[in-house]
Every structure is written in C-alpha cells, then in structure tokens.
C-alpha cells in the first residue's frame, strides 16, 4: 500500500477482554516495529520484526503480550486479558531492512475501561 | 547504552518567528544518525529532517535546520517562519550500528497566532 495501516483507530475495552491489533506496512518493506505510546509519553519500543522473525522481543512488557508476522507483511499485536495500564496509542512502523527512516502509521488507540 | 534527552517539555513561538528545539544524546559510537519526528495530532509521525553523523554539513529542509554539534553531542532544531501547522509533538531520537532507535520523551510546540 502506499502508507502503514493500522486497524481498529481506536479500540474501547473492558478489562480482561483480549484485543488484537493490526498492522499493513508498506509494501516491500522488510523490518517492522512495534511501539506503544502512552498519553504525552515517548515512544515505548515493544517489537521489532525481520520478515516473520522477532529477533527482538525485549520490549514486550509481560506475557499477556503477543505479536506474530506472516507472508513478511501483516503484523498483529495481541493483548490478552487487558488491564487499565494497556490503555495507549499502539504505534507501527515500517521500513526496508538496513534503512534508516521509519514510516509510520497512525496508530490505534487502546482504552480498557 | 545510548539516551537521548529533550530537556524541554513544551516550547511556545509567535507564528512567523523562529524557534529552537534541543536535544542532546550520548554515545560511544562514531557512525550514527539523528532523526526529528513530529507528531500532530492526528498522531501520525512523520519525518522532519536527518542528520548522518559522518556529514559536518547540517541538515537543512525548507523552513527546518539543525545545529548538529558531534563533539557535544547536540542536536537542535529550529524552524523558522514558524506556521500554526508546526503545532505538534516533536522528537528526537538516534540510530546506530543496529536496528533500534532511541527516542527523547518529546517537546510540545505551540504556535501563538
């Protein structure tokens, strides 16, 4: 596609509930990140994905977290039994491996009430 | 480990007038890139400027230029002619010899029409 997508834009929530989120990147590109951005917050790195390998899973903050990738394209991040913490802006960015410039997708905005 | 640190939480300008952003980073390695980032509302990052750390000569696009000081490791940005579309988040961050990308916490812009 010509940008990142991600879907939902803006996901409300009750606690304990699972919640998917996904990600398009740009076509071709290879090297996929995942980053959550809390309100007035930095970013916050949780993944970062090779083709369909996550050599780095280092900022994935617990085990109710989960990301996977297939076909080097799409990415979902799942967060399972969601507590009021999770609530976020849940950033995806994508780029040609070895490239330095991040694209950047809108995020989703998580609320778990 | 590298950081990289925005000092300030929030700048304001007139609209037309110039405005300077800072950012320091600290490092060991030699080869390296600097990025800013704006973030407005609609949340989208996007690309301002990039600074490879091997080029003495700043970067410059359009109304936007950093003063990139290797040597102490700081990396400004100002805008000038400041419009009421610079509102918006902006961040610093840093990329070295790895896929990773270090960010600042942020400085809120607002202009003053």
């Known amino acids: 596609g010509a940008g990142v997508s991600q879907s939902p834009s803006n996901k409300v929530t009750e606690k304990g509930k699972d919640v998917e989120l996904r990600c398009d990147p740009i076509?071709?590109?290879?090297?996929l990140y995942w980053y959550r951005q809390s309100l007035g917050q930095g970013l916050e790195f949780l993944i970062y994905?090779?083709?369909?390998?996550?050599?780095?899973k280092s900022g994935l903050p617990s085990d109710r977290f989960s990301a996977e990738r297939t076909g080097g394209s799409v990415s979902t991040l799942t967060i399972q039994r969601t507590q009021q913490e999770d609530s976020a802006v849940y950033l995806c960015?994508?780029?040609?491996?070895?490239?330095?410039?991040?694209?950047f997708g809108a995020g989703s905005r998580l609320t778990v009430l | 480990a590298q950081t990289v640190t925005q000092s300030q939480p929030e700048m304001s300008v007139q609209e037309a007038e110039t405005v300077t952003l800072s950012c320091t980073y600290d490092?060991?390695?030699?080869?390296?890139?600097l990025f800013w980032y704006k973030q407005p509302p609609s949340r989208q990052m996007i690309l301002v400027i990039r600074?490879?750390?091997?080029k003495q000569q700043n970067a410059t696009e359009n109304r936007f230029s950093v003063n990139f000081q290797k040597a102490a490791k700081s990396f400004s940005l100002k805008i000038s002619d400041s419009q009421l579309g610079d509102a918006a988040m902006y961040f610093c961050?840093?990329?070295?010899?790895?896929?990773?990308?270090?960010w600042g916490a942020g400085t809120k812009l607002i202009i003053k029409p």
């Open positions: 600074q490879e750390a091997y």
């Open positions: 961050a840093y990329r070295g010899s790895n896929y990773q990308l270090i």
């Open positions: 076509s071709g590109h290879t090297a």
């Open positions: 960015a994508s780029t040609f491996y070895g490239a330095n410039v991040l694209t």
């Open positions: 994905f090779q083709g369909n390998s996550a050599p780095d």
């Open positions: 490092t060991s390695e030699s080869d390296y890139y």
